[in-house]
């Protein structure tokens, strides 16, 4: 059964009231479900050891029981009891990537129920450093289980406003405490396999992974809706607007002209189109088009030279420019490195694959 309402409750997000972590850890305890922020994106928790408060998160989420959740505690001392076997990596990650945006894949121990693992013999684990997060968990003394507070297939939440028009009516509660820091969600490291596998490209980047793990690889960034899923974030469709998305990527001249000729094609069919690209492409994408704006929705990513900004308006920018009902969106990304890169993979798979590689194909798409 879901709850039929859900309190909103503020916080600080420094500081958080003594008597809003009260209320939202006895929720947690009492086998509710509670949204709280964390520096990644909001997320949707429940207490990983109550296996019917850990069903109701994929009813609230209208997500399939076959999608593993991440479990989130406040320090690698909290590993053992989730934890079967505890790799040597461990500790040298731990030390340098938490508190923060990194999630590990590591082999889970019978107490962990299946309903959190699907079924898998693996558990995911990340401690997150947002203060409200920590003293949430550390209050309801267990370990809480939290996807991102969305509805599945749409994009991740960043602040209140993203999670009530998702969940408004099958939380019991939401803490507000502001727009979330990174703005997209936790990198997913396998360290079951060998070599370890970045199963999803996040806020900790690939870079900073390969100074402690060298061989570190990144799996196939696109996959497709139904084929088997080791790691469910792959699933295709996801993040995704009501109007269909197309990402053009490539050299930045040949995206910009992919992108004027694909907007003034879509607008003599009379359709509304919808630009969404960094600040820069942008501009020259509004001159181009200066005489058909009236027609456009654009917005904006931020500039390509803040990488860390574009991640952070990443969904609250799918989100608002959906919300001018344009029929197609034209997406352009930032540099594939850094931050950038999960950016890019929260891009492909808010086009479901329709990705245009401009400069690689020989007809038009
Ligand atoms: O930043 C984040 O990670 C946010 C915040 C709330 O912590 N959480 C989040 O959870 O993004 P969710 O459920 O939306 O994504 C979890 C991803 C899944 O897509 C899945 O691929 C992966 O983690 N995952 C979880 N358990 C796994 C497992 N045992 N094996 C492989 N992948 C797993
Ligand atoms: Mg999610």
Redesign the pocket.
């Known amino acids: 059964m879901l709850p039929r309402q859900t309190r909103v409750l503020h916080a600080d997000q420094a500081r958080p009231s003594e008597a809003v972590i009260a209320e939202a850890s006895a929720l947690l305890r009492d086998g509710g479900l509670v949204v709280f922020p964390?520096e990644?994106?909001?997320?949707?928790g429940a207490n990983a050891l109550d296996a019917a408060a850990v069903r109701r998160i994929f009813e609230a989420k209208g997500?399939p029981s076959t999608?593993?959740?991440?479990v989130?505690v406040t320090s690698v001392e909290d590993l053992p009891a989730l934890v079967r076997h505890i790799p040597a990596a461990v500790a040298p990650l731990a030390a340098r990537f938490w508190p923060g945006?990194l999630?590990l894949?590591l082999p889970?121990r019978p107490e962990v129920p299946d309903e959190v693992?699907?079924g898998?013999d693996?558990?995911?684990v990340?401690v997150?450093s947002h203060p409200v997060a920590r003293a949430i968990i550390a209050a309801a003394g267990c370990p809480v289980a939290?996807?991102?507070?969305?509805r599945f297939s749409r994009p991740?939440p960043t602040d209140a406003a993203h999670v009530l028009a998702d969940l408004d009516g099958r939380v019991d509660l939401v803490v507000d405490a502001g727009r979330t820091d990174?703005g997209?969600?936790?990198t997913?490291l396998?360290l079951t396999v060998t070599p370890p596998l970045v199963?999803?490209p996040?806020?900790v980047s690939l870079e900073a992974l390969r100074e402690l793990l060298p061989d570190v690889q990144l799996v196939s960034r696109v996959m497709h809706t139904g084929e088997a899923?080791?790691?469910?974030?792959?699933?295709l469709r996801h993040y995704a607007p009501k109007a269909h998305m197309t990402l053009l990527d490539g050299p930045t001249d040949l995206v910009r002209a992919r992108a004027v000729s694909m907007a003034r094609a879509g607008l003599a069919r009379g359709l509304r189109i919808g630009l969404l690209a960094p600040a820069e492409d942008l501009e020259v994408l509004r001159r181009a088009l200066i005489a058909d704006t009236p027609a456009l929705a654009m917005r904006s990513l931020g500039s390509r030279v803040e990488p860390d900004g574009i991640a952070r308006e990443l969904f609250e920018a799918i989100r608002a420019l959906d919300a001018q009902r344009p029929d197609e969106i034209i997406a352009i990304g930032p540099e594939p490195h850094g931050i950038g890169l999960a950016v890019l993979d929260r891009l492909t798979r808010a086009s479901e694959g329709r990705v245009i590689r401009c400069g690689a194909e020989s007809s038009g798409a």
């Open positions: 964390t990644t994106v909001y997320g949707l997500r999608d593993p959740l991440i989130h945006a999630t894949i889970k693992t699907a898998l693996t558990v995911a990340r997150p939290a996807p991102s507070a969305n991740s990174i997209l969600e936790s997913v396998d199963r999803r996040g806020g899923q080791v790691s469910p974030g792959q699933l």
